[in-house]
C-alpha cells in the first residue's frame, strides 16, 4: 500500500526551516543531502551558488508520516512561488505499482521527471496532474 507525504519546497531557506520543523516535532533528520552531492555530468552543472542548498531532506514526524523538502534550483529551471512550493510525495512497495500510479496520475497533465532509477537509489518520477497539482513517486530508498 502507497504512503503519502507532504513535500515543501523553499527559495534558499530549506535548511533554516527544516532546523524548525524539527524543534517542533523532535526527532533526528533521515537524510539530508545538497545539491553539490549530485553526480557529475557533461549536460548539467551545479553552479557554486546553489552547491550548498538542499537538495532533498527527510524527517519522520509519524509513524507513518515524513516530512520532506528541498530548495528549489534555478539550474533546474525552477523556482518557487506560492503555490508550486509544495508536492504529494508518493511511496510504493513495487516498481509496477510506481508506475501503475505515475502514468494514471500524469494522464491529462505534464511530466517534469519520467520515472527512471535516481542516482540516491530510488525508482523516480514527478508529474503536475491535470488539476495543477505535483506528485512525486517513488519506489525503494
Not at 1 to 28: N, R, V, W
Not at 33 to 62: C, N, Q, W, Y
Not at 114 to 123: E, L, T
Request: hydrophobic fraction near 35%.
Amino acid at each position: 500500500m502507497p504512503t503519502l507525504h507532504p513535500y515543501l519546497t523553499f527559495d534558499g531557506q530549506c535548511e533554516k526551516a527544516f532546523q524548525f520543523y524539527k524543534s517542533i516535532f523532535g526527532g533526528e533528520f533521515a537524510s539530508i543531502g545538497r545539491f553539490k552531492e549530485i553526480p557529475p555530468s557533461e549536460e548539467f552543472t551545479i553552479p557554486e551558488s546553489e552547491a550548498d542548498k538542499i537538495m532533498h531532506v527527510s524527517l519522520p514526524i509519524g509513524k507513518h508520516t515524513v516530512l520532506m523538502g528541498s530548495d528549489s534550483s534555478a539550474a533546474f529551471g525552477w523556482h518557487e512561488q506560492k503555490g508550486n512550493n509544495f508536492a504529494i510525495s508518493i511511496n510504493t512497495d513495487s516498481k509496477e505499482e510506481a508506475d501503475r500510479l505515475f502514468n494514471g496520475l500524469s494522464e491529462g497533465g505534464k511530466v517534469t521527471m519520467p520515472m527512471n532509477d535516481a542516482f540516491w537509489g530510488s525508482y523516480f518520477g514527478s508529474l503536475i496532474d491535470q488539476f495543477g497539482i505535483q506528485w512525486m513517486v517513488s519506489f525503494g530508498s
